[in-house]
């Protein structure tokens, strides 16, 4: 899933955090805009589930917000993505990129 933004890289990593608390995800940051969100407790398949969102800048104004899936169960993320995507990102979200 990605989707693009007009407000601070600051700000959109606040609201994936507070996304991610919300869903019991743990939030670990690394370098340049890359968070990684990674469930405590194995999923439907035995494996944890792991998330990597990474922020890209644009324009100082403008970033590209991609967010996928690096291991775990894909019915697992899927139920993930669309509990925490709509509507905890609507003041975040500028558009959505690729098929919604």
């Given amino acids: ?45 035995g494996v944890l589930l792991s998330i990597d969102a990474e922020i890209f800048e644009v324009t100082p104004t403008f970033h590209l917000v991609e967010v996928k899936k690096s291991n775990g169960d894909a019915l697992e993320y899927q139920r993930v993505v669309k509990q925490g995507r709509r509507p905890a990102l609507k003041d975040i979200v500028w558009g959505w990129q690729g098929n919604q």
């Fill in 1 to 45: 899933m990605c989707f693009t933004s007009t407000r601070t890289a600051k700000t959109i990593i606040s609201k994936l955090e507070e996304i991610a608390n919300h869903l019991r995800l743990k939030v670990t940051k690394k370098d340049c805009g890359f968070l990684k969100l990674e469930g405590s407790k194995a999923g439907r398949k």
